[in-house]
C-alpha cells in the first residue's frame, strides 16, 4: 500500500497510537481520498500533532446507538466510539488565511480499537489493531458484479435527478469504482459503518448494491404513499 510518499507494508509501517477524529457518517476506505475543513482550536492541534509525527490521522464514527461514558477528559462526557475505523495519510495540505487548514486524508488501511488512551491532549487517541489485509493487493476485485453497481448507482442517480462523470466512472477499476461510490454515498452512519465493515471489496460492493436497492424502494413507496 503507497499513500503519498509512503509505503505501508507490515505492522511495523504502522503506529501503535494514532490520533482520531470522530465524525460522523464519514466513511474513508483503503485508497480513498477524503477531503478535510479543518477549523476547530482541537483539531487544529491535532492536525499539528499528525504533520509532526507519521501525518496519520484515524477517522472514526461516534458509537452508532448515541451511549456516552466518560472518556479520557473526566471534565466532560465524550460519545463512545465504534470499535472499527480507518487510517488515513495527510497527503495534502493548504492554509487558508483565515484560521482553517484543508488537508487530504489518502486511506491506508482500517483497524480496531483496543483502547483509548487517557491524557491531558484535546483531541483523543487511541491504541489500535491494523487490519494488515488491506495493506495488500485487492483481492476478488474481478468477482465484483461491476454491471450490477452500475445500474444500481444510475439508478439512484436518475430517481434524484442528479448526474456524474460517467468518463472516469468507466475508467476506474473496480476497487476505486466500489470505494469511491461508497465513500460518496449518501447513506446514514449505520449503512456507512456495514461499508467500512464488509469482509472483503465483494461484500462491500454487495452491500452497496443493496443499499441503493433498499433506498430506491423506500423512495417509491414515498412517491406511490404521497399519491394516495
Request: charge should be negative.
Amino acid at each position: 500500500m503507497q499513500a503519498g510518499n509512503a509505503h505501508y507494508r507490515t505492522m511495523k509501517d504502522i503506529p501503535e497510537i494514532i490520533p482520531v477524529f470522530p465524525l460522523k457518517a464519514a466513511l474513508l476506505l483503503p485508497n480513498g481520498q477524503m477531503p478535510l475543513n479543518i477549523f476547530e482550536p482541537r483539531y487544529l492541534e491535532m492536525l499539528d500533532a499528525a504533520m509532526a509525527g507519521k501525518r496519520i490521522i484515524g477517522m472514526i464514527q461516534p458509537c452508532l446507538d448515541g451511549d456516552r461514558k466518560a472518556g479520557a477528559r473526566k471534565e466532560r462526557k465524550v460519545p463512545d466510539l465504534c470499535e472499527v475505523g480507518c487510517m488515513g495519510r495527510i497527503t495534502t495540505y493548504a492554509e487558508t488565511g483565515d484560521g482553517r487548514i484543508l488537508i487530504t486524508l489518502q486511506g491506508i488501511c482500517r483497524f480496531r480499537v483496543l483502547d483509548e488512551m487517557v491524557n491531558r491532549l484535546p483531541f483523543r487517541q487511541c491504541r489500535i489493531a491494523p487490519f494488515l489485509a488491506d495493506l495488500e493487493e485487492t483481492a476478488g476485485a474481478e468477482e465484483i458484479n461491476r454491471q450490477a453497481l452500475l445500474k444500481a448507482f444510475r439508478d439512484y442517480l436518475d430517481a434524484n435527478n442528479l448526474d456524474a462523470d460517467w468518463d472516469g466512472i468507466s475508467r476506474a477499476g473496480n476497487e476505486t469504482l466500489v470505494n469511491a461510490l461508497a465513500m460518496m454515498s449518501p447513506f446514514g452512519p449505520a449503512e456507512k459503518q456495514a461499508l467500512l465493515e464488509a469482509a472483503d471489496l465483494k461484500t462491500r460492493a454487495e452491500t452497496l448494491i443493496a443499499l441503493t436497492e433498499i433506498a430506491l424502494a423506500r423512495e417509491n413507496d414515498d412517491f406511490g404513499s404521497s399519491l394516495q
